[in-house]
């Protein structure tokens, strides 16, 4: 059986000249999708008022709140002890957003409530992953 949760969180989205604009958003965790880690924007956040979801590895949340993580389109790294920085890449630009860790890391216990590390069913990801790529050819 499939178990999903959400924490809606607050985050404070770092603009030129280090001015910073809140925004909200929502932490997501889904045992369909065991090792990723979601996090929603909602259209006011966004350019195009659309709304937005990142996914990324829950690994890589989980070691940016300690060290430097990440070489992509995600990279997160620790600010201070109380605050984390998500920066993400997209073809419109960069966004550099900082989190309470506090708040990063109970939303990970929870994950890890959930589905242990090391638990996690890599083989039915895969399956899902590849029935969605062919739909099912």
């Known amino acids: ?4 949760f959400a924490q809606p969180t607050h985050a404070r989205l770092i603009t030129a000249g ?5 925004v909200t958003a929502t932490l997501r965790y889904t045992t369909e999708d065991p090792l990723a ?4 924007f909602p259209p006011r956040a ?4 659309e709304g937005a979801t990142w996914t990324f590895a829950r690994s890589l949340l989980d070691q940016g709140l300690d060290v ?6 995600v990279r997160i790294w620790p600010c201070d002890p109380g ?8 073809p419109y630009g960069v ?8 708040a990063l890391r109970r939303f990970l216990r929870r994950s890890y409530a959930a589905v242990a590390a090391g638990r996690e069913d890599v083989e039915a990801v895969v399956d899902r992953g590849l029935s969605a790529l062919f739909g099912g050819v």
């Open 1 to 4: 059986m499939d178990f999903t």
């Open 18 to 22: 280090d001015r910073t604009v809140p």
């Open 37 to 40: 880690v979601f996090i929603d």
């Open 46 to 49: 966004t350019l195009d008022g």
């Open 68 to 73: 430097p993580a990440g070489s992509g389109d």
């Open 83 to 90: 605050r984390t920085v998500l920066e993400l890449h997209s």
């Open 95 to 102: 966004a550099l957003l900082q989190f309470g860790t506090p």
